[in-house]
């Protein structure tokens, strides 16, 4: 449990970096609780539909040597901002430069979450 917490929180952390550099990435942080729903739906999209967009793409990745990895970030990205009222993306460029600041503080951030699964420690 406290991993799954702490990966909401790394979550959180990376969109928050996101719409604080990148403009044209808005997030309501006046409530922490929406930047925390924003950051479980953003886990649950990449969950659910990221596997299923990455398999149908593969074609097109594929063909561009894996840029076109960075349209299917800015894809969910912005569908997170679809379905998140505290999230808001002015347009595709936003969207993927989001989504690789998102990206990219996600993976230093997860740098520091063990992923082991030995609960025993």
Partial sequence: MIKLILRLAVNAAAIWAAAYVVDGVHLDTTNWVSVVWVAAV???TNAIIKPILKLLSFPFVLVTLGLFTLVNNAALFG????W???L???GF???VWGALVCSIVAWFLGAFVDDDDDDDD
Avoid at 79 to 82: E, F, G, I, Q, S
């Fill in 79 to 82: 569908l997170v901002a679809y």
């Fill in 88 to 90: 808001s993306v002015d």
């Fill in 93 to 95: 460029w936003p969207a």
């Fill in 84 to 86: 998140s009222s505290a």
């Fill in 42 to 44: 953003f886990g649950i």
